[in-house]
């Protein structure tokens, strides 16, 4: 669960940039530019169990245990002067095996609906959808959320993000608003229903020859299943006598109904040998493994064995022509 967690950190650090984490100052024209604008979130990423018809309040125990208020973000002012900011969750859509990522409810899927059940106390003690508050310098805020669990729960995993963003003088309203900067906490909920982790692993290849370059394995994984898994594979080479030469392995974080390819790459091999090469795949439960032997030999080195073996093909043709004349003399 942590690695997976920190994937997704990984994804979303690399679209929202340097800016959204901590928000670069922004200044108008003749402003002070002591004053600057530095918005922070905590926790930025949690993880949930769900269960049709369940309602998750500040204070269960279902909540995360990231921060002591549990189901709550703190917001924190670390710049030196007062903003307002909104709070708000949006779906969180990874797309692709280069992890594409949408915060679009147009790009919702049945995977992503728990940013739809998450709502933000506000003031008063009422659950909204979105929620603004004005913050100090300094200051850190703590909004408590909650999730209304559905009946007719979907089985597998949910994603969501939980956003935090400052806002415009001027422009303090929970719809259109213009959006200074952001920081997000990912959320992900599995549900304790008909939960599926399957896995396809196919174009499996072990390539078992090379003239020289590089010598390639490849698999292609689809993840068959309604919830998140981490799919590892491992690359080893050794020579005939049991000594590692090289070595590859690693995981790729899966998500539903995405197809993954896996790719080796061995470079600068070996000038000329034979090497025992295992490679080995594992996704869900499924596992794919062979072990080869492989060769690298290059051209001119064939081109000589070709030739050394023509050469005593003949000259053994040679040898039993000469010892059939023999046989023949004796026998006249």
């Given at each position: 669960m942590k690695k997976f967690l920190l994937?997704?950190?990984?994804?979303l650090s690399l679209l929202t940039a340097a800016g959204t984490l901590f928000a670069l100052p922004t200044f108008a024209e003749g402003e002070d530019t002591a004053k600057t604008t530095w918005l922070q979130i905590s926790p930025t990423a949690v993880s949930l169990t769900l269960e049709a018809g369940q309602d998750i309040n500040p204070g269960d125990d279902a909540c995360p245990n990231e921060i002591d208020a549990g189901c709550a973000v703190e917001v924190t002012n670390s710049g030196t002067?007062?903003?307002?900011?909104?709070?708000?969750?949006?779906?969180?859509?990874?797309?692709?095996?280069?992890?594409?990522?949408?915060?679009?409810?147009?790009?919702?899927?049945?995977?992503?609906?728990?940013?739809?059940?998450?709502?933000?106390?506000d003031l008063d003690?009422?659950?909204?959808?979105?929620?603004?508050?004005q913050i100090n310098p300094g200051e850190t805020v703590t909004i408590p959320w909650k999730?209304?669990?559905?009946?007719?729960?979907?089985?597998?995993?949910?994603?969501?993000v939980i956003w935090a963003q400052t806002v415009r003088d001027g422009e303090a309203t929970t719809t259109g608003v213009q959006t200074v900067s952001q920081a997000g906490m990912v959320v992900k909920a599995r549900s304790t229903g008909d939960t599926r982790e399957s896995a396809d692993i196919t174009e499996y290849n072990l390539q078992r020859f090379a003239f020289g370059g590089n010598l390639t394995a490849s698999a292609t994984v689809t993840n068959t299943g309604n919830t998140d898994f981490v799919a590892y594979y491992d690359y080893t080479a050794k020579t005939l006598f049991g000594k590692?030469?090289?070595t590859d392995s690693g995981d790729v974080s899966a998500f539903p109904d995405t197809t993954y390819?896996?790719?080796?790459?061995?470079?600068?091999?070996?000038?000329?040998?034979?090497?025992?090469?295992?490679?080995?795949?594992?996704?869900?439960?499924?596992?794919?493994?062979?072990?080869?032997?492989?060769?690298v030999m290059p051209v001119f080195i064939m081109v000589l064995l070709i030739l050394l073996l023509t050469v005593i093909i003949v000259w053994i043709i040679i040898i039993i022509r000469k010892r059939q004349e023999r046989k023949a003399r004796k026998l006249v």
């Open positions: 994937t997704l950190l990984a994804s002067q007062p903003f307002t900011f909104r709070v708000y969750a949006s779906p969180y859509v990874v797309t692709g095996e280069d992890y594409s990522l949408s915060f679009s409810e147009d790009a919702s899927t049945s995977y992503t609906q728990i940013y739809r059940w998450i709502s933000f106390q003690g009422s659950y909204v959808s979105a929620i603004q508050r999730v209304d669990v559905p009946e007719d729960l979907p089985g597998g995993s949910q994603y969501a590692e030469i090289y390819h896996i790719n080796i790459d061995w470079q600068d091999i070996p000038f000329l040998g034979i090497f025992q090469v295992n490679f080995r795949v594992s996704a869900a439960g499924t596992v794919t493994e062979e072990s080869h032997i492989v060769v």
